[in-house]
């Protein structure tokens, strides 16, 4: 059982390029979300998703990118980072039942240059 | 807007001794209150969670946590600590059952456990 897997583990960016944070889940869980983990401030939400098709910001969503063409696939996109962006990033999911704990990866390590 | 404070940055404990780590929060109405645990270089672990009924809620590892309504509180208790937990302990809330997804998450309470 794979749960919540995060590619790459490790990334370091230029200014100004672009990449995607893949994020999968093989769980069939409908809601999955991103996170952002900086000292001292805990996990940021960045953007989540309830279902396919359909996703919403969360608290820190400027400079991210998200879509949600199936269940299993959320991923982040970076259009053009700023090292502001440097952080560790976590995907999330979970089912959407009231008892259902939040499923974290193992995160990816982002460095902007 | 919903908020969480872990007052404490680092906490250092001996190994046998007893943990607290704290956790205020900041919400209207009836919060939903979830505490997490993370080891280095991984994501995290849900210990445990509170919902309503009993304000005493047992979680995995042994540990606890206590759901105080009249001082905004849920702090966390493990009665004698291990060498394996230390780690960064995140203390969570969510605004309702619907929204407990969107959960607000404290900056996180770093623990070193002493041999």
């Known amino acids: 059982n794979a749960g919540v897997t995060q590619t790459p583990k490790f990334q370091v960016l230029k200014t100004g390029q672009s990449m995607t944070l893949q994020c999968a889940q093989d769980m069939n869980h409908e809601y999955m979300s991103w996170y952002r983990q900086d000292p001292g401030m805990g996990l940021r939400l960045i953007h989540y998703?309830?279902?396919?098709?359909?996703?919403d910001q969360g608290e820190v969503p400027n400079g991210y990118n998200v879509s949600r063409s199936t269940t299993e696939d959320f991923p982040l996109r970076l259009l053009s980072a700023a090292p502001s962006q440097t952080s560790v990033y976590f995907c999330?999911?979970?089912?959407?039942?009231?008892?259902?704990?939040?499923?974290f990866g193992n995160g990816t390590r982002l460095t902007v240059t | 807007a919903q908020s969480v404070t872990q007052p404490d940055i680092h906490i250092t404990v001996s190994e046998g001794a007893s943990l607290e780590l704290r956790c205020n929060y900041s919400?209207?109405?009836?919060?939903?209150l979830f505490w997490y645990v993370q080891s280095p270089g991984q994501g995290l672990q849900l210990l445990l969670k509170?919902?309503?009924?009993?304000?005493l809620v047992q979680g995995i590892k042994g540990f606890e946590a206590e759901f105080k309504r009249s001082q905004s509180s849920f702090n966390l208790r493990k009665p004698s600590v291990h060498w394996s937990d230390a780690a960064e302990y995140f203390c969570?809330?969510?605004?309702?059952?619907?929204?407990?997804?969107?959960?607000?998450f404290g900056g996180g309470t770093r623990v070193l456990v002493k041999p």
């Open positions: 509170y919902f309503s009924g009993d304000t």
């Open positions: 999330a999911s979970r089912k959407t039942g009231r008892n259902s704990p939040l499923h």
């Open positions: 969570a809330v969510g605004a309702s059952k619907a929204a407990g997804n969107k959960l607000t």
């Open positions: 998703s309830v279902g396919a098709g359909i996703t």
């Open positions: 919400y209207g109405a009836t919060p939903y």
